[in-house]
C-alpha cells in the first residue's frame, strides 16, 4: 500500500469542532486533518462522535448548530445544508442507505437532481450517463433494473455511482461494509484503491479493523467526542491492537472474555424442518434440519450469505419467516407447537434480529417502551401499562447493560449502534427466554462494545439458557461458542464441537452439499 508523501497538500481541516444535543455534547474541540489523494479511517467506539462529525462536515448539521470551522480547499466554508456539501464535492453515504426500492437504478441516481433536456426529463441522456456511472464502479446490471432486485452490495455501488454524478472530490463512507458478504467487502475497497488513484480522497468509518488496517492510509481515533490522535497506517508498531487502545483508552488483552461453560442436558430440539420460500412455492429454504441446544451452551450458526440461517432462525420463532412445511421443535422433552410469534414467546423463546433499525426497534420510541414492548404483561395492572414499574424494569436494564443515556426517557433513534443493540438485548431478556436467538449481534459494534455484549452471552449461558448466535465472522463464532452448526442451501452440514473447531473446518463445511447428521 502506498501511503501519499506526509508533505501532501491539505485538502480537508477541521478545527476545534463542537457540537451538543440536549443533555450531551457529541463533540468537544475535535480536529481532522485529511489530505489529497488519501483513504482517511476514523475510528472509535460506538458513541465516539464519528457519525456526528460527517453529519456536520456534510451539512446534515447546518452551520450555526456546531461551533467550529471547516476548511476546505484552502477555502472555509460554511454549509447549511447537504446540498451545499455535494456542490462542494463532498458526499457522504450513510450506513442506511438512501435509495427508493421501487424506483430503477437511474431513476435513483438522478433522483432530485434529473437531467432535463426542452424542459423535460431526459430519458436517453440520464440512461447513457447512468451506463457510465455504473462502469466507473464497476456495476454491469441494466440501469432500468428495480433497486429491489440487486443485493445489498451493489446497492451499496448504485450509491457511489450517485456521488460521482454529483463531481465528488471528498467520499464519505459511513460503515460501507458492515451489511456485505466477504466478497462484495472485498470488491468495495479494491474500488477505494482504485478510485485513490484517480486522485480522489476517501473518509472511510468503520468498526472492521482488519479492513482499515488493510487499505487506509490515516487513521483518527476518536474517542468520548474527543480527537485522541491521528496514526499513519504504515507506521511502525500500528496494528489492530494499537489502534483498539487507543478507542477504548486501554488494552484489551483478549476479544472475549474468559469463561469456563457449564452445560447441561439437551433441553431445546429441532427435527426434521422443512420450510418453504414464502414467495417460491417449488424452493425450500429449510430442508430437513436436525439441530439442538442444550442448557448453559452457546451454539454458533455459520453459513455463507444466502445460506439460510436467518430463514431457519426466523421460521422456528413463530412461524415468522417461510411456509411451514414439516417438522418438530421439542422443548424440555414436550413436543411444542409454534403457530405465531406470540406463542414463540410464551413457550420461552427470542429472537434479537439481525436488523435492529428496521425489525428489533421502533425508532419513533424511547428506551423504556422499547424494553418492555416484548411482554407488556409483565408491566400491566388490570389492562393498564404501570408507568412506575416501566421505568424501574428499563433503568435496571439500562444500568446492568451500560446503555450510554441521560434517561430511560431518551429516544432510541438517538443512540449509537451499540446501544440501541443492548436495548433490543434487553427487551428479549425482560420477556425471561430459555432459548435467545440472536442473529448478527454485533453488527456494526466496536470492540469495546463486543466485549460488552459477548459477557452478557455468557452470563445469560451461566444462567442455564441456551444462546444461539447467527454470525458471518467466524472470528467471533470460534472465539465465542461452545458448538457450531454449518449451513449450506438451507441445509445442516456439519455440527462442530468448539475443540475441533478452525475456520478451515468450517468454510469447508459452510460451502459442501453433503449433509451430516447432528451429533
Not at 464519528?50 to 477555502?75: A, D, R
Not at 448453559?296 to 417461510?322: P, Q
Request: with cysteine.
Amino acid at each position: 500500500m502506498s501511503t501519499p508523501a506526509s508533505g501532501a497538500p491539505i485538502l480537508l481541516e477541521m478545527r476545534s469542532i463542537t457540537k451538543e444535543f440536549p443533555g450531551v455534547k457529541a463533540l468537544a474541540d475535535v480536529n481532522l486533518v485529511v489530505r489529497e489523494g488519501e483513504i482517511h479511517a476514523i475510528c472509535g467506539e460506538n458513541g465516539a462522535g464519528k457519525s456526528t462529525l460527517m453529519k456536520v462536515l456534510s451539512g446534515v448539521y447546518p452551520y450555526g448548530s456546531y461551533n467550529g470551522q471547516i476548511f476546505f480547499q484552502g477555502s472555509e466554508l460554511r454549509f447549511s445544508d447537504i446540498r451545499g456539501s455535494e456542490k462542494a464535492g463532498i458526499v457522504i453515504i450513510h450506513q442506511e442507505l438512501a435509495l427508493v426500492p421501487h424506483m430503477s437504478i437511474t431513476e435513483n441516481l438522478f433522483l432530485g437532481n434529473e437531467p432535463r433536456k426542452n424542459g423535460s426529463y431526459d430519458w436517453t441522456g440520464a440512461n447513457r450517463r447512468a451506463h457510465e456511472l455504473l462502469t466507473q464502479v464497476g456495476l454491469r446490471d441494466d440501469p432500468d433494473t428495480l433497486i429491489k432486485d440487486i443485493g445489498v452490495g451493489k446497492q451499496q455501488l448504485v450509491e457511489i455511482a450517485k456521488a460521482f454524478a454529483k463531481d465528488v472530490k471528498l467520499l464519505i463512507l459511513d460503515e460501507p461494509t458492515a451489511a456485505l458478504n466477504e466478497n462484495d467487502s472485498k470488491h468495495l475497497l479494491d474500488l477505494l484503491r482504485e478510485f485513490k488513484s484517480r486522485g480522489i480522497t476517501s473518509i472511510m468509518i468503520s468498526h472492521k479493523l482488519n479492513e482499515i488496517e488493510d487499505v487506509a492510509d490515516s487513521i483518527t481515533i476518536l474517542r468520548d467526542g474527543k480527537t485522541v490522535e491521528t496514526l499513519e497506517v504504515g507506521a511502525e508498531g500500528v496494528n489492530e491492537d494499537r489502534i483498539v487502545r487507543g478507542m477504548v483508552g486501554r488494552d484489551l488483552e483478549s476479544r472475549f472474555p474468559d469463561h469456563t461453560p457449564n452445560i447441561g442436558e439437551v433441553f431445546f430440539e429441532v427435527r426434521d424442518w422443512t420450510v418453504r420460500h414464502p414467495i417460491s412455492a417449488d424452493r425450500l429454504v429449510c430442508k430437513h434440519s436436525n439441530f439442538n441446544v442444550r442448557r448453559g451452551e452457546i451454539v454458533g450458526f455459520a453459513g455463507l450469505m444466502g445460506a439460510g440461517r436467518t430463514e431457519l432462525a426466523m421460521s422456528l420463532f413463530g412461524r415468522s419467516y417461510g411456509v411451514y412445511q414439516s417438522g418438530q421443535i421439542f422443548k424440555d422433552g414436550q413436543e411444542i407447537k409454534l403457530h405465531s410469534v406470540a406463542e414463540a414467546i410464551a413457550h420461552g423463546l427470542a429472537y434479537v434480529s439481525e436488523d435492529r433499525k428496521s425489525i428489533g426497534l421502533n425508532l419513533l420510541d424511547d428506551i423504556k417502551t422499547s424494553t418492555v414492548a416484548a411482554k407488556l404483561s409483565k408491566i400491566t395492572r388490570h389492562g393498564v401499562i404501570d408507568e412506575v414499574a416501566e421505568h424501574k424494569v428499563a433503568e435496571e436494564y439500562r444500568k446492568a447493560l451500560r446503555v450510554k443515556a441521560p434517561t430511560v426517557d431518551e429516544g432510541v433513534n438517538k443512540l449509537s449502534g451499540g446501544n440501541q443493540q443492548k436495548v433490543v438485548l434487553a427487551k428479549w431478556m425482560f420477556t425471561d427466554p430459555d432459548l435467545l436467538i440472536l442473529d448478527e449481534p454485533t453488527r456494526g459494534i466496536d470492540v469495546g462494545a463486543k466485549y460488552e455484549i459477548y459477557g452478557i452471552i455468557q452470563r445469560l449461558a451461566d444462567q442455564g439458557k441456551g444462546v444461539i448466535v447467527i454470525s458471518s465472522e467466524l472470528p467471533e463464532l470460534l472465539g465465542l461458542c461452545d458448538r457450531i452448526y454449518t449451513v449450506f442451501e438451507g441445509n445442516i452440514t456439519g455440527d462442530v464441537p468448539r475443540a475441533e473447531a478452525n475456520p478451515e473446518l468450517l468454510m469447508k463445511q459452510m460451502t459442501s452439499t453433503k449433509k451430516m447428521p447432528t451429533r
